[in-house]
């Protein structure tokens, strides 16, 4: 189902992984995944990130957003049977996997857009999620006005390709409601 009205190529597909494998690989992720929790700049000023990161993937091929580099941990088979099963559906070689989890509603992810030179001038970036359901937010980048939410659920996809990311900003926005654990998966191809 493709989501954005104009200037960009989303899909949704709410039931990609079965509950059954969304349920085992989301043990497999929190227990085998090197979770970290490190300090990002925004606005000249430094902070813990308010979720917990790790960074998977060609072990060449460092990332850097928000004044941190992040370096790759090899693939585990978890991570390479989801990157096997995107890497058909999207018709493309995923190298690179970036692992958020977010602990609790108080976690999340500002305004932003994957669009970092390494990422090439139309980035593919697809987003799995795993636990509890989130709410996912677009906004256009020059028409602030111009808004989108969806909920991400448990096996779900969020397949963002061409000028996608020129176009529109993201984000997962805090929650007061009580909420369990999510973890979410941006696999992308660096260049």
């Not at 925004?42 to 790790?54: D, E, H, S, V, Y």
């Not at 808004?147 to 990311?165: D, E, F, Q, V």
Request: charged share 20%.
């Amino acid at each position: 189902m493709q989501l954005l009205p104009y200037q960009g190529d989303a899909s949704y597909h709410p039931h990609f992984f079965s509950n059954h494998e969304s349920n085992e690989l989301l043990q497999l992720l929190i227990q085998e995944i090197q979770w970290k929790q490190e300090p990002i700049t925004i606005f000249g000023k430094q902070i813990m990130q308010p979720r917990l990161t790790a960074w998977y993937g060609d072990e060449t091929k460092p990332y850097s957003y928000s004044g941190i580099t992040m370096h790759p941990h090899s693939f585990t088979p978890a991570l390479i049977h989801i990157k096997q099963k995107l890497d058909a559906f999207a018709n493309c070689q995923f190298t690179s996997a970036l692992l958020n989890q977010y602990r609790n509603g108080n976690d999340s992810m500002g305004w932003h857009r994957d669009n970092e030179k390494e990422l090439g001038p139309e980035p593919i970036i697809a987003s799995v999620s795993f636990g509890a359901t989130r709410k996912f937010q677009f906004r256009n980048y020059l028409n602030k006005n111009d808004k989108l939410s969806l909920p991400l659920t448990h096996g779900s996809l969020l397949l963002m390709r061409g000028t996608t990311n020129h176009f529109w900003e993201h984000q997962i926005p805090k929650t007061k409601q009580p909420i369990d654990i999510r973890i979410n998966l941006t696999f992308r191809i660096l260049n």
